[in-house]
């Protein structure tokens, strides 16, 4: 790995709201409207770096399970 390249950025304000909506990384993927995986929002709550687009595709799936209309700045401190 390159000097400078961080990978993981730390757990995410998502990963508090989540804990305080009660839900896990399987409701976000059972709620979400396009195909979304375990796996994206397991890395999504440690922090590791997202494309603009997976961070907009756990937003919404996050803004539905949650019934909330939280913003991507919200969730990530990235």
Do not use: W
């Amino acid at each position: 790995m390159p000097e400078g390249v961080i990978r993981n950025l730390g757990e995410q304000p998502l990963a508090q709201l989540m804990q305080t909506h009660g839900l896990k990384p399987h409701n976000l993927v059972v709620a979400s409207k396009v195909q979304m995986t375990h796996k994206m929002v397991t890395r999504a709550i440690k922090g590791r770096r997202l494309s603009p687009n997976v961070k907009c595709t756990v937003r919404d799936a996050f803004n539905l399970a949650a019934s909330t209309s939280h913003s991507v700045s919200e969730l990530f401190n990235y």
